[in-house]
């Protein structure tokens, strides 16, 4: 074990417990909005420091990162995005508002509205997919990338390609991509599944369902998801990642599986930090909020000093 293994070991054994209930946060942050070229992006921000952006995913909105947030603003300035389509901010319509260019641009626009230079990335899901390709894409802007149970879109793509078991449990992201799928989204659905049972998050994610777009939602498959035969799209043409990588992966998630962590470090130009966790799913930061933000912290602590 390297002594940088047993500094953040040491660290992360360390108890964070978030000491706001879910609607007292809510409450605690301000409420911001970037301009994307004409599309409103919402975001939340407390702390101070230098930024950091999270990113969420399908299904969720910037409520999920409540816990690493709250874990992270003592040393930094952490904004939360809506990304287009979800809860406050703009939905527009139709499948080319959902070009991965434009989700990266409204990474940016957040970076620019808060006057900052630069910022460390975190996504969760498709929030991952974005920060892999805004890291690409702005290296400038992004100083330390931290990615949640999304591997490199660029493996993502090859194991889909093998046309075995990653492409077997990503039938789901092929179902996304009709045109009518979005009709079988459910506000209250996708609430019940966030709040797993508990009454005080049930309105919360809710209220933030029936605020955004189910089309929306899955034009985020349509304009992006590699289609078969996986040999091109925005996934396969993102280009290689400047700025140290960490990396979570809950090894129980069924729709994306491990195997696309293999080789990741063909991709990368600086170190890379991965963290895999037995037992946990496909949300590690909701289901072990404290060993994902405890490790955030560690890491970021290690990268300033």
């Known amino acids: 074990m390297t002594n940088i293994s047993r500094v953040l070991l040491a660290v992360c054994s360390l108890v964070f417990t978030s000491g706001l209930f879910p609607a ?26 230098p930024l950091a952006v999270f990113i969420h995913g399908f299904p969720d909105f910037w409520y999920s990162w409540r816990h690493q947030m709250e874990g992270l603003a003592s040393n930094f300035t952490v904004a939360a995005m809506d990304t287009r389509g979800y809860n406050q901010s703009d939905q527009p319509v139709g499948v080319e508002n959902y070009d991965m260019e434009l989700l990266i641009n409204d990474v940016a626009a957040v970076i620019e509205n808060e006057g900052q230079e630069s910022a460390v990335i975190i996504g ?10 805004f890291a690409a894409a702005r290296p400038d802007l992004t100083s330390h990338l931290i990615i949640i149970n999304l ?12 046309f075995d078991q990653q492409h077997r449990n990503s039938q789901y992201a092929r179902d996304f ?9 459910s506000a209250e659905r996708l609430a019940t599944s966030l709040s797993r049972g508990d009454e005080k ?18 034009n985020y498959y349509r304009a992006n998801f590699p289609r078969e ?8 043409e993102v280009d290689r990642i400047k700025m140290p990588v960490l990396q979570f992966h809950g090894l129980d998630d069924t ?9 990741t470090w063909d991709e990368l130009d600086q170190d890379w930090t991965l963290v895999t966790i037995p037992g946990v799913g496909h949300f590690p930061h909701h289901d072990v909020p404290d060993k994902v933000t405890n490790m955030m912290k560690a890491w970021l602590q290690l990268q300033s000093d």
């Open 151 to 162: 591997p490199h879109v660029k493996n993502l793509a090859r194991e889909l390609a093998k």
């Open 177 to 185: 991509q009709s045109a009518t799928s979005h009709e079988n989204i």
């Open 255 to 263: 729709a994306l599986l491990a195997d696309s962590l293999n080789d």
């Open 124 to 133: 969760h899901d498709w929030g991952g997919g974005i920060a892999w390709s």
């Open 201 to 218: 998050l049930y309105p919360i994610y809710l209220d933030a369902f029936e605020n955004s777009s189910a089309d929306a939602m899955m």
């Open 229 to 236: 035969p996986y040999t091109s799209g925005a996934f396969l």
């Open 24 to 49: 007292e946060f809510a409450d605690s942050v301000e409420h911001k909005f970037a301009d994307s070229d004409g599309v409103k992006i919402h975001y939340a921000k407390t702390g101070s420091g």
